[in-house]
């Protein structure tokens, strides 16, 4: 059933998401001094943080998760950049909604929507950026 599940998928899976942990971190500084200390718009703040996570997360997972030897690189950072862009977009309206819907918490909220966004990213920069399988 779950066939395309190949151990080297998962393994890359894996330290996708370890990548990710290390961008929660840069996303979360980063937001968070924006927002606390500078003043800056919430949402902006996100994507401020969003969009520093994202080009730190490109290199590692560059390097380490995908081993990439494309010499296209700027081609492939576009493609991740662009990638990661839709997240944001999808990050952002799911954080709209939980937090002005739901009332639920900025910060919890936004573990949710990168939950979520997790997801998306890996399975299009497995595909498109990083052609994977």
Do not use: C
């Not at 779950?2 to 080297?8: G, Q």
């Not at 996570?53 to 690189?73: C, D, G, K, V």
């Not at 954080?95 to 399975?123: H, Q």
């Amino acid at each position: 059933m779950f066939d395309f599940l190949s151990d080297a998928l998962v393994s890359k899976f894996v330290k996708f998401i370890i990548v990710g942990f290390i961008g929660v971190f840069v996303d979360f500084g980063f937001t968070y001094v924006f927002k606390e200390f500078i003043k800056v718009q919430k949402f902006i703040s996100n994507a401020i943080g969003f969009t520093l996570a994202a080009t730190s997360n490109y290199f590692l997972n560059r390097m380490w998760t995908f081993r990439s030897h494309n010499p296209e690189m700027m081609v492939e950072f576009g493609n991740f950049f662009l990638i990661s862009m839709i997240g944001l977009v999808i990050n952002t309206l799911i954080l709209y909604l939980i937090v002005t819907k739901f009332k639920i918490n900025f910060y919890i909220s936004k573990l949710f929507a990168i939950g979520v966004v997790t997801l998306w990213n890996f399975a299009a920069n497995s595909y498109f950026t990083f052609h994977v399988g």
